[in-house]
T-cell receptor, first 112, second 114 residues
């Protein structure tokens, strides 16, 4: 089945710096990709979804890049601020069994 | 706004007892999922369902049963709760034209087995 590896597991940056998280997956039939943010004690909040083969999506303060050739999904938080401190999870939906598979998460701390 | 409601939000159960976690969605989604979250393991899929009256095993189904009596409702059942099943459980739903797309999560149930 699908395997999703997320790196790094922990990330500490200063306010204003960039924070880069990456996920690699194995199933070439994967077709839908997500990034979620989870604050302590809370549920998962969708940050961004991507679908196309090679796609860059920009949100409020972050960029998501999907490279299907390399089977790599990345999240770049530009100019991070303390409010970005949270756990971030990537998720992949594979064709065939339609099971969303999650990475193990990245715990991000943004220091003032 | 997509809505997935879990109950209870928190529960303390006795080892060997039966626990039922309930999930209700108003999204008209075909797909529903139960995940457990443990520190260091992210979210792991326990059971899922893509149609009423049918459930599928996920990646860690041992010790759990699931029930999907209707499109809106999906339950997770621990027949004999064990200490190792202490975790936060999330229900989720997903819809789309024949295949799941965005996944919406409930707020989670914190289960403590003592």
């Amino acid at each position: 089945g699908e395997q999703v590896e997320q790196r790094p597991p922990h990330l500490s940056v200063r306010e204003g710096d960039s924070a880069f998280i990456t996920c690699t997956y194995t199933d070439p039939n994967s077709y839908y990709f997500f990034w979620y943010k989870q604050e302590p004690g809370a549920s998962l909040q969708l940050l961004m979804k991507v679908f196309s083969s090679t796609e860059i999506n920009e949100g409020q303060g972050f960029t998501v890049l999907l490279n299907k050739k390399d089977k790599r999904l990345s999240l770049n938080l530009t100019a991070a601020h303390p409010g970005d401190s949270a756990a971030y999870f990537c998720a992949v939906i594979s064709g065939g069994n339609y099971k969303p598979t999650f990475g193990k998460g990245t715990s991000l701390v943004v220091h003032p | 706004e997509a809505a997935v409601t879990q109950s209870p939000r928190s529960k303390v159960a006795v080892t060997g007892g039966k626990v039922t976690l309930s999930c209700h969605q108003t999204n008209n989604h075909d797909y529903m999922y139960w995940y457990r979250q443990d520190t260091g393991h992210g979210l792991r899929l326990i059971h899922y369902s893509y149609v009423a009256d049918s459930t599928e095993k996920g990646d860690i189904p041992d010790g759990y049963k699931a029930s999907r009596p209707s499109q809106e409702n999906f339950s997770l059942i621990l027949e004999l709760a064990s200490l190792s099943q202490t975790a936060v459980y999330f229900c989720a739903s997903s819809g789309g034209q024949g295949a799941p797309t965005e996944v919406f999560f409930g707020k989670g149930t914190r289960l403590t087995v003592v």
